[in-house]
């Protein structure tokens, strides 16, 4: 199959992953607005908003990192595990920072304990965007969104126990980690097939990567400011009915704003390989 294809393939695996994605999502925020109501959301908003500014940090440019590595590199081993192992040092301590800071903030108590299992679920997410970065080197993007559709799924159908059963906030939100726990898992059993899993002590190679990823986190971490730094402010200066009627309408720009980056995860192996090659292309 052609470079051509593949970017092709890749895309349009994401699309109809993103559709079905997209489907699953628009019924779980729907299940999740009519249970909580309008204050509900808003803390629901802020739990989300607040984690995803620490996740930033988190993943700050490593995953796209990785991708351009087994690229360029040609022993893909070393490359996944010793940024693998990276990740999961810089995750631990990022996520547990965010579960401490939260403490600081006049947030609800049930806003703060979501705020913890938050963290969990994302520090799973973050871990699972390494084995991503794989299938993307690999074009296999269709691996990696079969298991999101999955882990979507399950977030959906326990959710809607969750709320028909009335078992309240915080249980809603455990939901979360169990479908974020299965897509980890169920990436890490098909990523075997191209590297080896194991942890990464070469710590002379870890100043290369760092310096790497440290422009992509810098965007990243503007890109946050830009579209979410909002929520966060609303929730400071307001209070969670506020957010909840703000963060609704939010939810369309998020949708949108994920397809241009469908193309770019396909295609940025290949353009990195056109860099390195000095191909004209």
Known sequence: MSYTRKVAYNTVAQMVG???????????????????????????????????????????????????????????????????????????????????????????????????????????????????????????????????????????????????????????????????VVNFFANMLMVRRYVTLGFGRDTAYWPTILRQAFPIGLVLVFHFIYFKIDSLMLSWMKGMVDVGVYGTSYKLLEVLESLPVMFLGASFPLITKYVIDKDKR
């Not at 679920?121 to 296999?140: D, E, I």
């Not at 979507?152 to 169990?178: P, Q």
């Open 18 to 180: 993103k559709v079905i994605g997209i489907g699953i999502s628009l019924l779980t925020v729907a299940t999740l607005f009519r249970y909580l109501g309008v204050e509900g959301v808003g803390k629901y908003t802020t739990v989300f908003a607040f984690v995803a500014f620490f996740a930033v940090f988190a993943d700050f440019g490593l995953q796209w990192t990785l991708i351009r590595e087994l690229t360029v590199q040609k022993d893909k081993d070393k490359v996944f595990q010793n940024i693998f192992t990276l990740r999961l040092i810089v995750a631990l301590l990022i996520h547990l920072l965010s579960f401490a800071a939260a403490w600081f903030f006049n947030y609800p108590i049930d806003v703060k304990l979501g705020i913890g299992i938050i963290t969990l679920s994302w520090f799973f997410t973050t871990m699972n965007s390494v084995f991503v970065g794989v299938f993307q080197n690999n074009f296999r993007l269709d691996k990696s969104v079969s298991t999101d559709v999955l882990g979507r799924a399950i977030i959906y159908v326990l959710i809607l126990l969750a709320t028909t059963y009335n078992l309240g906030f915080t249980i809603v939100l455990i939901s979360y980690v169990f479908g974020t």
